[in-house]
């Protein structure tokens, strides 16, 4: 999501204001989905990963030292300008479209939770460490960045959800050394680390920044002979769902007053960007900073729900709101084109 301050303080500017990931309370207002571009292959953008040895690159230190990505969100939305919007209108609706979860084949116990009481009073909620979600980390530019993501069902066992711009820079290149570290908690990694073989977005994303589709996908490479989902599970996705429901969204917040090194969760009903409705997003109560990006939203109140949107943008450096894409149609696509890999 933002710069290594903090996803509110190092928010991009829409115009000039910091981009960060944040949200607040709101009860939320149903309305007619985001528009879309017509189903097609062309809405998918995609990179092979040839490179190697990236989860030997992300030592303790180079994960701790790297800088939280909405940094990259807020380059996106520079350069597409405000009121960027790309693509044919045509409106989101469709009945839900609903992937099951999956379930590992183990589960070791998580860990518990630490964090000091005067990091867990600006936070919505302290968590304990979730199998499938983690951290991302990858380059982009020679700069090392760190998101957040999770392991969701898919057809390939191997899919993790993140944002659009923690796999490609939107508009510009893919992102390398891309590696998702479940369950992290203070430089641990309790499932190992696991490098990409391929990552997915919105073609809406990789040409032109466009918030309204800020999600990617990575399949990832099997890890001693397993399969993510196999080892910590997978999420249920939805696509096309009702606006205005009720969330439960999750992060590893690494700006201050955070320092990523454990889980962090926010909650509340989903509301319209009334700065930017172009962008077709939906924000709940949240003070999550940069770091966070990519971290998934889920439908009602834990983390067993479909997940339905990830943590995208907020503004400035005090937002207290943090914004979502509408998963509707061209996200489901690049979805499904990244879980058939």
Not at 56 to 72: C, F, H, I, K, Q
Not at 76 to 89: D, F, H, P, Q
Not at 108 to 137: D, L, Y
Request: one cysteine or more; glycine letters at 12%; proline letters at 6%.
């Amino acid at each position: 999501m933002r710069t290594p301050k903090t996803l509110a303080a190092s928010l991009l500017t829409l115009s000039a204001a910091a981009l960060l990931a944040l949200s607040t309370t709101g009860a939320a207002t149903a309305s007619p989905g985001p528009a879309r571009a017509p189903l097609s292959a062309a809405n998918v953008a995609s990179h092979t990963v040839t490179e190697t040895g990236a989860a030997d690159y992300w030592t303790s230190e180079r994960m701790r030292n790297a800088v939280p990505g909405d940094v990259l969100a807020a380059k996106a939305m520079a350069r597409a300008g405000k009121s960027s919007k790309s693509g044919t209108a045509l409106l989101e609706g469709a009945a839900p479209n609903t992937v099951e979860a999956t379930a590992p084949t183990q589960r070791p116990q998580a860990q518990p939770s630490t964090q000091s009481p005067a990091i867990q009073t600006k936070a919505n909620a302290s968590e304990s460490p979730v199998p499938h979600i983690g951290k991302v980390f990858f380059t982009l530019g020679g700069t090392n960045y760190v998101c957040s993501g999770n392991s969701v069902s898919s057809g390939n066992r191997s899919t993790v959800s993140t944002a659009g711009h923690c796999v490609n820079e939107g508009p510009g290149a893919f992102a390398t050394k891309f590696t998702f570290v479940p369950a992290y908690l203070n430089g641990a990694a309790p499932y190992g680390k696991w490098t990409a073989k391929a990552l997915y977005t919105t073609t809406q994303w990789s040409s032109a920044g466009d918030m309204t589709y800020d999600t990617g996908f990575a399949v990832m490479s099997t890890l001693n002979g397993q399969y993510l989902s196999d080892v910590v599970g997978g999420s249920g996705v939805q696509f096309n769902a009702a606006r205005g429901l009720s969330y439960k969204s999750f992060g590893y917040p690494a700006a201050a007053p955070f320092n990523g090194e454990s889980l962090k969760s926010c909650s509340g009903t989903a509301t319209n960007d009334p700065y930017n409705p172009q962008f077709s997003t939906q924000g709940i109560p949240c003070n999550m900073t940069g770091g966070s990006s990519g971290g998934p939203w889920f439908i009602g109140t834990s983390s067993s729900g479909y997940q339905n949107s990830i943590n995208s943008y907020g503004y400035g450096s005090n937002s207290t709101k943090m914004y979502g894409p509408y998963w509707g149609s061209v996200i489901q696509q690049a979805y499904t084109a990244a879980a058939a890999s």
